[in-house]
Structures are given as structure tokens and as C-alpha cells.
């Protein structure tokens, strides 16, 4: 499951803690975390987890960002790439879902990216914003916009769901992910 989420911790002790209970549910599950390969914020915080509970966790980050972020060290397996786009390609490529998470600029790009994607039906893997604290409140009110602005047809809807949490996002992956094989 590749994760989205900033990688700073956020305003809210809200955030920083459904990066870990998301990590931690990932490991019950059997579920590998593919994240962007942070030493920082939410997503050292959703691998930490993730490595606490016996998960496996794949980090993918590009060159120019370990000196801003660091390179978590726990993760199994790191890959570096020559930069974002080659991140997001392998990071879609490696995921059989997707989970955003609070987080910046970055975190949105992806989201964006990944909705569209599912649009120009490059892909059909399940989508998910956990709005934990209502972060995403004016994301998803701008998707709805799109929507109703009559840019985007009622298809749309359906290429993105939204849950109030962390149990919603771990339910909805529990219900359609496989387990990845442990090496």
C-alpha cells in the first residue's frame, strides 16, 4: 500500500498519530508500506510503525531530497531515484492501493496525480483520503467543485473514496488488499 503524508508531523497531535496507527495496521494486516523513503514527520512516523509491528516497508526517495529529508533507516528496502516523477512512477507501480494522509503540498501533487491517473484508466487500484482532523476538507470540496463546475463527469466520484480515519482507510484496504509475501 503506498502511503501519502507529509513530511513534517503536522499542527495537530492527531496527525502524527494516525500515521502510526495506520503503520501498525498495515503490519497486522500483512499489508507492505511503499512510502517516500522520509527520516521525517508522518511518513517516518507511518514506517517506524510499520517496522514496530513486524511490517515490511519499502522507501523510495529521490537523491536531491535525502539531504532535506534523511533516509529512513529501518526501511527493508530503499530505492533512489534521479527524482519525483521517477519516485511517484515506482512508488504507483509497487502499490496495490493508495491512502492519503495530512501532508503538504507533495501529498496533494500525489493525490491529484493518482485520481488522474485512475481517470485516463492507467490504473484501477482503490484511492483512499483518510480526512483525519478534516485536513482534506478543501481537497475533497475542491474535487466536489470540479465536479458539479462540470469539468469532471460523475464518474469521477467513484475514482477516489473518502473516510473520516485511519479504521475506515485500514477497513476499506482490509476488504480488497492481498497480503504481500514476506522474502
Not at 43 to 57: C, H, I, K, Q
Not at 141 to 164: K, M, N, Q, W
Request: net charge negative.
Amino acid at each position: 500500500m503506498a502511503v501519502f503524508c507529509g513530511r513534517s508531523p503536522g499542527s495537530h497531535p492527531d496527525f502524527l498519530a494516525s500515521a502510526h496507527e495506520l503503520g501498525a495496521g498495515l503490519a497486522r494486516a500483512g499489508l507492505r508500506l511503499v512510502f517516500g523513503g522520509g527520516a521525517t514527520g508522518m511518513m517516518a512516523a507511518v514506517a517506524d510503525a510499520s517496522l514496530a509491528s513486524g511490517g515490511r516497508v519499502l522507501g523510495i526517495i529521490p537523491e536531491f531530497l535525502v539531504a532535506l529529508e534523511g533516509v529512513h533507516a529501518g526501511a527493508q528496502e530503499i530505492i533512489r531515484t534521479d527524482g519525483l516523477h521517477a519516485r511517484k512512477h515506482l512508488m504507483y507501480a509497487y502499490a496495490d492501493a493508495f491512502v492519503a494522509l495530512p501532508g503538504g503540498l507533495g501529498t496533494l501533487d500525489e493525490v491529484i496525480e493518482i485520481i488522474t491517473w485512475r481517470q485516463a484508466s492507467l490504473h484501477d487500484k482503490p484511492v483512499i483520503i483518510a480526512n483525519v482532523g478534516d485536513w482534506a476538507d478543501l481537497l475533497i470540496a475542491t474535487l466536489e467543485r470540479t465536479l458539479h463546475s462540470g469539468f469532471a463527469g460523475p464518474e469521477t466520484s467513484r475514482l477516489y473514496e473518502v473516510v473520516p480515519n485511519v479504521a475506515g482507510a485500514l477497513a476499506r484496504l482490509n476488504s480488497t488488499a492481498r497480503p504481500t509475501p514476506r522474502r
